[in-house]
């Protein structure tokens, strides 16, 4: 009797990091707040191979003025969320994505005032 393995193929979409549901509804959270005070327009989700990148744009056929990124390489290293200004420059890292946005509530609160 001849036995042959079967072998499942690889799948043909690699696969991707993105955000859970959790995780968006306190970015979107924030976006909101700024988008009701009229100072974000825009944004955009890229979930990528090795990171999830959220967007936000003053409007739309701009640079985004700040990235909130998901990298897990870096969950034991620097921490599983950065947040990234206008010009790349790294603004916070940290473990929870709460503590990564608080500099975002920080300036929707002086702009209020």
């Known amino acids: 009797m001849n036995v042959q393995r ?4 690889k799948a043909s979409y690699p ?3 993105s955000f859970d549901r ?3 509804g306190e970015i ?8 009701a005070a009229g100072h974000w327009r825009d944004y955009g989700i890229s979930p990528l191979r090795d990171r999830a990148v959220f967007s936000i744009f003053r409007r739309a056929a701009e640079n985004p003025i700040y990235r909130v990124e998901k990298i897990p390489a870096l969950r034991n290293k620097q921490g599983l ?3 990234f200004g206008p010009e790349g420059q790294t603004l916070k890292r940290g473990a929870t994505l709460r503590g ?3 500099p ?3 300036k929707l609160l002086r702009t209020l005032d």
């Not at 979107?28 to 988008?35: E, H, I």
């Open 104 to 106: 975002l509530e920080r």
């Open 81 to 83: 969320y950065a947040l």
């Open 28 to 35: 979107l959270s924030v976006y909101g707040r700024f988008v």
């Open 6 to 9: 079967i072998v499942p193929p």
């Open 22 to 24: 959790f995780e968006l």
């Open 15 to 17: 696969e991707q990091v």
């Open 100 to 102: 990564v946005l608080a």
